[in-house]
Structures are given as C-alpha cells and as structure tokens.
C-alpha cells in the first residue's frame, strides 16, 4: 500500500458501564453532534430492558443482542468476464461490529413506537432473543454467503 494505515482512534468509556462498545453504538446513533441527547435515549433503552427482562442485567442482554446481530460473512460482487457474481467473503472483526451496530440502530428506527428508547430497548430485546430485524437481515446474509459459495474460488 502507498498510504500508511490510519491510526485507530482512542474511544472512551462511557460513564455507566465504563465500556468502550457502548460509546461506540452511542457514536453511530448520535444524530447533529448531539452526544449527550444519544446518552440519554441509550441509557433510558437500558433501563427500559431492565425493567421488561427477568435477569435485570441489561448491560449483558446489550452485548448479547450486538452478538447476534453481528454478520460473519458477507457477499461482495466481483465481475468477472462478462457476468457478476456474489462472492462469499468473511468479514474482518472491526467491520462485522460496526455492521451489527449499525443493523440495530437502523431497524430501531425503523419500528413502530413511542420514542427512540422505547424502539431500541424492543430492538435490543428481540436481537437478544434472536429475533427482529437486524438479527433477520444477518440471517438473509448468511443465506446469500450460503447460496453463493460455488463462487468463493473467485475470492480476492
């Protein structure tokens, strides 16, 4: 490569949980540089799920519905002759996290309900369980990694 790789950025913990992962999610869900606003609909999603969960443990429910709303394989088109094909590859560990994040805040917005909290505590609640969107459009992935895996010859 020509260019040296960027430097990965520093991210603080957050002030409740003390875990980078939750200002990472924080991060992407921020809309305006308005972070202290995405504290608060995030932290009010936890205290939501702690109250609807039986185990109380919010903080694990998060990390277990980030877990499996996280895709590990994706395709990619490559065109080769005249034709294009979906080829199968892996996805790195920094991209599959920050894939599943982006999946959870997406379909958050995207349900039906009062506010932002209260879509991505259900959001949340249903990954952890192994249901909803984001955990459906993981799914749909690995199908198509599935379906197209006579083409992983082809991988770059």
């Given at each position: 490569?020509?260019?040296?790789?960027p430097?990965?950025?520093?991210?603080?913990?957050?002030?409740?949980?003390?875990?980078?992962?939750?200002?990472?999610?924080?991060?992407?869900m921020m809309?305006?540089?308005?972070?202290?606003?995405?504290?608060?609909?995030f932290?009010?999603a936890?205290?939501?799920?702690?109250?609807?969960?039986?185990?109380?443990?919010?903080?694990?429910?998060?990390?277990?519905?980030?877990?499996?709303a996280m895709p590990q394989?994706?395709?990619?088109?490559?065109?080769?002759?005249?034709?294009?094909?979906?080829?199968p590859?892996?996805?790195?560990?920094?991209?599959?996290?920050?894939?599943?994040?982006?999946?959870?805040?997406?379909?958050a917005?995207?349900?039906s309900?009062k506010?932002?909290a209260?879509?991505?505590?259900?959001?949340?609640?249903a990954?952890s369980?192994?249901?909803?969107?984001?955990?459906?459009?993981?799914?749909?992935?690995?199908k198509?990694?599935?379906?197209n895996?006579a083409?992983?010859?082809?991988?770059v």
């Amino acid at each position: 490569m020509r260019k040296r790789k960027p430097k990965i950025r520093v991210i603080a913990p957050d002030p409740r949980y003390k875990d980078e992962l939750v200002t990472q999610f924080v991060n992407n869900m921020m809309l305006s540089g308005k972070k202290s606003n995405a504290f608060k609909v995030f932290y009010d999603a936890m205290d939501l799920i702690k109250e609807r969960s039986n185990n109380g443990d919010e903080h694990a429910i998060f990390k277990k519905a980030l877990n499996t709303a996280m895709p590990q394989v994706e395709v990619r088109s490559k065109r080769i002759g005249g034709a294009t094909f979906q080829i199968p590859i892996e996805v790195r560990a920094k991209r599959r996290l920050s894939i599943g994040i982006k999946w959870l805040i997406t379909f958050a917005r995207k349900r039906s309900g009062k506010g932002m909290a209260e879509k991505l505590a259900a959001e949340l609640l249903a990954a952890s369980k192994g249901e909803g969107a984001a955990v459906k459009r993981k799914e749909d992935t690995h199908k198509m990694a599935e379906s197209n895996r006579a083409f992983a010859h082809f991988r770059v």
